[in-house]
């Protein structure tokens, strides 16, 4: 097969590789915003599409096989050397997390009964608050006369 119909499939294929690398570059714009687990992935993600889109230069200007290889080669082990990493990250801080919840979830329940307690103390003060509000409103005002027996 010849070189242009190679760079013009590699193209093609790395325009649509967008859905990965666009929301990748996203995440390595985000910053410390994200974790390094995510950050690293988004990093192996990136330089897997970048080298697709250089060999798909590589594949209209060099003439011979080796020097495109060679970049696709490069390309392949950074990125799975990234995406290693990246996956090594993730365990890692799983592995932290469920130690902390493990912690939490071990150190039993931090609150009592006492929120909901003092909730609806709370609520009946005011509930009552407001009704005796409205009846003295009421009873000034005279508004409250259809309330009298008679």
Do not use: K, N
């Not at 011979?64 to 990250?89: E, I, N, R």
């Not at 009592?112 to 409205?134: G, Q």
């Amino acid at each position: 097969m010849s070189h242009p119909v190679l760079a013009l499939g590699t193209a093609v294929l790395t325009l649509a590789g967008s859905v990965w690398y666009v929301p990748a570059l996203a995440d390595l714009r985000a910053g410390a915003d994200r974790p390094v687990a995510r950050r690293t992935a988004a990093t192996a993600c990136v330089s897997g599409w970048s080298t697709a889109a250089l060999v798909a230069v590589l594949l209209l200007l060099a003439d011979g096989w080796w020097l495109t290889g060679a970049a696709a080669g490069a390309g392949a082990v950074a990125t799975a050397a990234l995406g290693l990493q990246a996956a090594v990250a993730h365990r890692r801080t799983a592995r932290e997390t469920a130690r902390e919840w493990a912690q939490l979830v071990a150190a039993g329940p931090a609150t009592t009964r006492r929120p909901r307690v003092t909730f609806a103390a709370i609520l009946t003060v005011t509930l009552l608050t407001a009704v005796t509000t409205v009846a003295l409103l009421l009873t000034a005002t005279g508004a409250g006369d259809f309330l009298a027996v008679r």
